[in-house]
């Protein structure tokens, strides 16, 4: 839709700190059966955010140079990344319950957390649902014409403000599903909106903006680069992966799925 | 073709050079009426305006909005930490000038490959360049520190005329403070010039309408670049300049919301006009120092001072004092 939200991370945050005040907190001791089912809740509660975001904040500025959208959304950073704070104070949160219940296998003498399982089979179904939605659906077909021309969606009767509310809304579900579905094997820390911000940023530009099969592979990219250079180099880890990203942005500006503006 | 000659005092009216010099003296006389800690609070401001005003050049002349300037605040602090560090300077001239030649490397380096790109493509990949810096500046503690950072000791300035003193305190606030004032005036003169030189012309040229520049035959590339690199090294001035004062240097300064932080300098002052990134600097200044002391939220508070500037005053502190001054004195003739 051609938003660039620099808060997207915090969306991630506040959704790793619903799940995790959720299922670690207030529910502790219930059957964990039941907390697997809730785990989602911090997906929910960013989506919300997002739906009142996106008409308030972010609409009145489609119009406007795209540089404001960025100078909007660093004081929209700066805001949640307090809102945060004074929710849920300074101290990590963790819902390692759902961590460590589950255990963890042995491949040969690699010891694996079976949670970890569950992580990657959320990641792929929310994949193919997303790409279903887009690529499938009436709605995505009518997402994908405004995203287009918007102008020319609108002459055509195309409700372009609920595409956009709605757009949005999906993309905050996704940002607080990651949240949500990282906090039991991490915990939720003040910052980590950033770091992920950062990192989701590294990920779209290799993969290239506007093109989800471009973020899977970018995705993937960078985390099995971040691991190389973890075990290998950890001084320069974080520094080729930028490289990366300037390099794929030099070569290809418009990213290695994208479609050239 | 001829390069028509633009006189440099175009615009340059004798009631703004007394503005000018009337406020170069208040400056220069501050740190006799108020105390030493708000002369040191100034001279912050002061730094902070020279790297907004290095950014507005790109920002409001050029149009290309950096979101990683950092990287250039940061050369000149880690380039003056570093070069204690290893080579036991002490002179603050050698630092400036040391800084000269780093942020030109960088902004050569960055502004190569940044300037091809405008919009948001612009702004995001000098995020991520400037996000190497930092992971740089972060990783390699044995070099920098790490997140500990480097610490900076008070320099001798004029060649070692005036040396280091036992009050810190008091050099800071006066030595130092006259030693920023007077770098602060050069810069705005000097940016003051480049602006409404031809070159600066053609920055707006390209600015408002990039295929119209191009069809008169200015070639927006390099012009991009060399708007670049001086942007670059204003800040990285800055930098420098910032080190002892501060005492200390963090990988902080070359984070991306450091950047922001510049960003918002000149959209609080208004980055459409000359004076619109200093005003903005110097208050954007006093603003975190009083937020930080009055709440734990500062950073909520700041986030929605921004919003509320882009969404109601997009152009700041200064166009929206023009537009109340036009305002009364259009009643006052009617």
């Known amino acids: ?261 | 073709m001829s390069t028509v000659a633009i006189p440099l005092t175009q615009g340059l009216s004798i009631k703004t050079v007394a503005w000018a010099v009337l406020i170069a003296a208040a400056l220069a006389l501050l740190p006799f009426a108020v105390g030493e800690y708000q002369t040191i609070l100034l001279a912050y401001g002061l730094i902070f305006a020279i790297a907004a005003l290095g950014l507005n050049l790109l920002l409001g002349y050029t149009g290309l909005l950096s979101f990683g300037h950092a990287a250039f605040f940061g050369t000149g602090a880690y380039v003056v930490a570093l070069m204690v560090k290893y080579f036991h300077v002490q002179s603050m001239e050698l630092f400036l000038l040391g800084t000269v030649g780093a942020s030109l490397v960088v902004a050569f380096l960055f502004g190569f490959v940044s300037v091809r790109y405008t919009k948001i493509f612009f702004s995001i990949l000098n995020l991520a360049l400037s996000q190497v810096l930092w992971s740089l500046a972060y990783k390699f503690y044995w070099v920098t520190g790490g997140s500990d950072g480097l610490r900076v000791p008070t320099p001798t300035l004029l060649g070692g005329a005036i040396g280091v003193t036992d009050d810190k305190i008091h050099f800071l606030s006066h030595a130092y403070y006259y030693y920023v004032l007077v770098l602060f005036l050069a810069c705005v003169l000097v940016m003051w010039v480049i602006v409404h030189s031809p070159f600066g012309k053609a920055l707006q040229a390209i600015r408002d309408n990039e295929t119209r520049a191009r069809f008169v035959g200015i070639r927006i590339r390099q012009y991009r670049l060399v708007a670049y690199l001086v942007s670059g090294v204003f800040t990285g001035i800055a930098g420098a300049l910032w080190v002892p004062l501060n005492g200390l240097t963090t990988p902080d300064i070359l984070y991306w919301p450091f950047s922001g932080e510049i960003v918002f300098m000149c959209v609080l002052g208004g980055f459409q006009y000359f004076t619109g990134p200093i005003v903005g600097a110097v208050v954007f200044n006093y603003l975190k120092s009083w937020v930080v002391g009055a709440t734990t939220y500062w950073q909520a508070l700041l986030g929605i001072i921004l919003v509320v500037l882009v969404l109601a005053l997009p152009t700041g502190i200064v166009g929206t004092a023009k537009r109340i001054i036009d305002k009364a004195r259009r009643a006052a003739s009617a």
């Open chain 1, 1 to 261: 839709m051609r938003i660039v939200n620099l808060a997207h991370g915090n969306l991630y945050a506040i959704g790793a700190f619903v799940t995790a005040s959720l299922v670690g907190n207030w529910l502790a001791g219930t059957r964990t059966l039941i907390l697997y089912f809730l785990l989602p809740a911090g997906a929910f509660v960013a989506a919300a955010i997002g739906a009142v975001l996106e008409p308030t904040l972010l609409r009145p500025f489609y119009r406007r140079a795209e540089e404001y959208q960025l100078l909007v959304t660093f004081g929209l950073l700066m805001i949640l990344e307090d809102a945060v704070r004074f929710i849920w104070g300074p101290y990590p949160l963790s819902a390692s319950t759902l961590f460590s219940e589950l255990g963890s296998f042995s491949i040969g003498d690699a010891i694996y957390p079976t949670y970890n399982l569950l992580v990657i089979a959320t990641g792929g179904l929310a994949a193919v649902f997303l790409w279903a939605f887009v690529y499938r659906t009436r709605f995505g077909l009518l997402l994908r014409a405004t995203a287009q021309d918007m102008r020319r969606a609108s002459a055509l009767g195309v409700n372009v403000n609920r595409v956009y509310v709605q757009a949005f809304t999906i993309g905050c579900f996704m940002a607080g599903l990651g949240g949500a579905i990282v906090v039991p094997g991490q915990s939720a820390v003040l910052g980590m909106g950033v770091e992920a911000l950062v990192l989701a940023f590294i990920v779209v530009v290799i993969g290239g903006l506007g093109s989800l099969e471009g973020a899977l592979v970018g995705a993937l990219i960078v985390g099995i680069f971040r691991e190389i250079g973890i075990t290998v180099f950890p001084e320069i880890e974080l520094a080729m992966l930028y490289l990366i990203a300037a390099f794929v942005l030099l070569v290809r500006p418009a990213g290695l799925f994208g479609r050239p503006a």
